[in-house]
């Protein structure tokens, strides 16, 4: 049998974008055995695939940002638990190569890197870069055990998981709009957010042709609630779980939101979205299906992110201010049309 691990901890999207690689596995391994290393918010996400595999939650708090010993013990914690352990094959989706150290113990016959060799090509979606990263396919062929067609273009072999059935008490709203997020436990990349009173603008916009209006964040996030108290907006900003959110996500006609975990937990939940991008290029993040709108015109400064940090020096994100809410508005009456 082919055992196989994957250490990806990541923020919620990196998971849910290398999430891609898991029916590629079945397709290739079908008795394959995978075990999956992730933090501790991104195992919850992983947890709503309907997917066969060990998830083992690594305390990420502690291996990004805890003290030297706070490290040092999670990663005997982690040593412990697959003391002696053999895998055929370990993906490690990453450039740095500090991650080796959450394998100590581990043997691996085979271990993929993004370090190793030209997989993560910067423009090229990352979904499809993780896909690489198993297969080591460099050309336009399909992953072997596809179609066969090595015509076929190679993001065409980008699905995701299915999920399990997750329940939801109560009604949802219509559209479900985003206006936090945006940072993880390295950052908080506020560039990335599309201004908070442009959210509320589109919120009464659309309350007012008809659509019932929800709002959804983390604990994080209620710094955003009080600019919607006049709206008769439905909040659930730091009232649900990951799993929650993801159940509520499956229920929603549409999700209106910046680059952020959510938009990525929707890709996975396969609903409708309209994603608005500025520092970020949609052809590298954006989910599949995504109506993806940027702000018109020549920015010189954009993109900015080079994959680890976004400009130092922005003190406006005028990317983000370019898009308008009319021009949000009308795509996502565009996309339920299309979509219905």
Sequence with gaps: MTDILIVKLG?????AQASAMLPVIRSLYPEA?????????????LRCLDADMEIFPVDDRKILTGSRWEKLAEILRIARHFRLRHFSLALIPYFSRRYLALCLGIRAKTIRAFWQNRTAIPGRHRSVNHIRLLTTLDGNDFPPGGTGESSRVFA????FPPLRPLPFSGDAPDILLVPGGARNLLADDGIRRWPLPRYVTLAGMLLEKGHSVGILGGPDDTWAREAFARLPVRD??????IGESMALLTRVALLVTHDTGPLHMMGLAGGKMVALFGPTLPAEVAPPGAVC???QGFFPCRPCYDGKRFAADCKRAICMEGITPQAVFEAVQRALAVFP
């Design 293 to 295: 709108l940027q702000a």
């Design 156 to 159: 065409d072999a980008v699905r």
């Design 33 to 45: 055995s995978v075990t999956w290393m992730a933090g501790r918010s991104a195992a919850e996400v």
């Design 236 to 241: 659930y900003i730091g009232t649900l779980n």
């Design 11 to 15: 923020a919620i999207g990196d998971v």
